[in-house]
């Protein structure tokens, strides 16, 4: 299935590109409220046993991009729950730029790795988020 996006009166269809795609079987609605300061986006997904390999294909992209990097994130994260790119960068020896490339990469491994147990456990998986 395609993903389908609709943002303002604008749709269009597509699979997602690069880190996003995660599952075939997404089904994903942006819908966009206009407020003051920055529309307001929400995000449904769908995902359910036909979905594995692809789930497991998008983890183990994250998890080459990361590399031996993963395990210094590992280890910050277990010891902090606050944080900012300034205190990663020092304390795993990752330059700022590049960590605030891998804290991406590192956030949708823990997502992807979610989604993969809730449905191994579910039989699917289904979520709403605002960003």
Do not use: H
Request: neutral net charge; aromatic residues 8%; contains cysteine.
């Amino acid at each position: 299935m395609a993903l389908v996006e609709t943002k303002s009166s604008t749709t269009w269809e597509g699979i997602i590109q690069g880190t996003s795609r995660v599952s075939s079987g997404l089904a994903s609605r942006i819908a966009t409220t206009p407020t003051f300061s920055a529309p307001q986006v929400t995000r449904q997904g769908f995902f359910d046993e036909d979905g594995i390999g692809a789930i497991n294909d998008g983890i183990s992209q994250c998890l080459n991009v990361l590399g031996d990097n993963k395990s210094k994130l590992d280890a910050y994260f277990a010891l902090q729950e606050l944080w900012n790119d300034e205190t990663v960068s020092k304390a795993t020896g990752i330059p700022l730029k590049k960590g605030r490339e891998l804290l991406v990469w590192y956030a949708r491994l823990e997502l992807g790795q979610k989604i993969l147990d809730c449905v191994k456990k579910n039989g699917r998986c289904e979520f709403q988020a605002e960003t």
